[in-house]
Nanobody, 115 residues
């Protein structure tokens, strides 16, 4: 069974930065599309960014130019560097690993952007 463990969330002021990490185990990591999703209170879970095995990336319009997703296949880890954070970025951030029709989720890490 796939295991995904997120870390790096926390409280940050507007304009600040955080780096999320997601360590994967029990998968051939390099084969998977890795993604970060987020869910704010009362809202649906949404895709923030994704990265395929070849390194191509995709971002939600709301985070383009501020967030960067990357992966280290040697460490089975995907990262989300978040800069210039805004209050509307406040949410629980989830790591996702997808291969074909299967998808697995981490437990989530809280990101709060507030004064």
């Amino acid at each position: 069974q796939v295991q995904l463990v997120e870390s790096g969330g926390g409280l940050v002021q507007p304009g600040g930065s955080l780096r999320l990490s997601c360590a994967a185990s029990r998968i051939i990591f390099s084969l998977y599309i890795m993604g970060w999703y987020r869910q704010a209170p009362g809202k649906q879970r949404e895709l923030v960014a994704s990265i395929i095995r070849g390194g191509s990336t995709n971002y939600a319009d709301s985070v383009k130019g501020r967030f960067t997703i990357s992966r280290d296949n040697a460490k089975n880890t995907v990262y989300l560097q978040m800069n210039n954070l805004k209050p509307e970025d406040t949410a629980v951030y989830y790591c996702n690993a997808a291969l074909g029709s299967s998808a697995s989720w981490g437990q989530g890490t809280q990101v709060t952007v507030s004064l």
